[in-house]
């Protein structure tokens, strides 16, 4: 595709499921990050990965959080017990070699109820 | 942990005048870049400035660096009601490749 596609859009989930954000980057971008986003707040980093291994997980905020990216291009973010204050905007950006500007996706909004 | 710090939190002018936005940082940088967002969704990267350079231009944007200083600023010339949005600076550590965001300055464009 043309840009960084994720999906879903949206995600309604109960308190303690499990949730499974996708993140397809820009063909050929080998540097994928993760951030989250609440209202009124920056973009928050979580973990970027070069190629499919993680290069810097160190904003995961705990066990809970983790994300694949097996064959260096759609990554998987995933949530496992969600928490009500896990809700939040998903961002996912790539780029081509992670020195250059970042391209992002519409990002999921994640509510946890 | 965020690494920029924007500087007003918000910011209110008439469509024609310059917008200046700061931002501040605390570690040494590979380079800083200024990225816009409309309505709490995706990011749109404006403009990137590398550590050795001082000043750069895109269009209606100027951006400056100042690393002893450990900051820069994003003027909007000409503003438009369509430049209404939040805009964030973040930065690209020496060494690494993580890029890391302020908490954003909003700008609010009037007609």
């Known amino acids: 595709g043309a840009g960084v596609s994720q999906t879903p859009s949206n995600k309604v989930t109960e308190k303690g499921k499990y949730v499974e954000l996708r993140c397809d980057p820009i063909s050929g971008h080998t540097a994928l990050y993760w951030y989250r986003q609440s209202l009124g707040q920056g973009p928050e980093f979580l973990i970027y990965?070069?190629?499919?291994?993680?290069?810097?997980d160190s904003g995961l905020p705990n066990d809970r959080f983790f994300a694949v990216r097996p064959e260096g291009s759609v990554s998987t973010l995933k949530i496992q017990r969600t928490e009500r204050g896990d809700s939040a905007v998903y961002l996912c950006a790539s780029s081509f070699a992670g020195d250059g500007g970042a391209f992002f996706g519409q990002g999921t909004r994640l509510t946890v109820v | 942990s965020q690494q920029g710090e924007e500087d007003p939190q918000a910011l209110s002018i008439q469509e024609g005048e310059n917008a200046t936005m700061n931002c501040s940082y605390k570690?040494?940088?590979?380079?800083l870049q200024w990225y816009r967002q409309n309505s709490g969704r995706g990011l749109v990267h404006l403009i990137l400035i590398r550590s050795n350079e001082r000043e750069k231009h895109s269009g209606r944007l100027r951006v400056t660096l100042d690393t002893s200083k450990k900051s820069s600023s994003l003027l909007i010339t000409a503003s438009r009601a369509a430049d209404t949005a939040s805009y964030f600076c973040?930065?690209?550590?020496?060494?690494?490749?993580?890029?890391?965001f302020g908490k954003g300055t909003m700008l609010l464009v009037s007609p």
């Open positions: 990965f070069q190629g499919t291994g993680a290069a810097d």
């Open positions: 973040a930065t690209v550590n020496s060494g690494y490749s993580t890029l890391t």
């Open positions: 570690t040494s940088i590979n380079n």
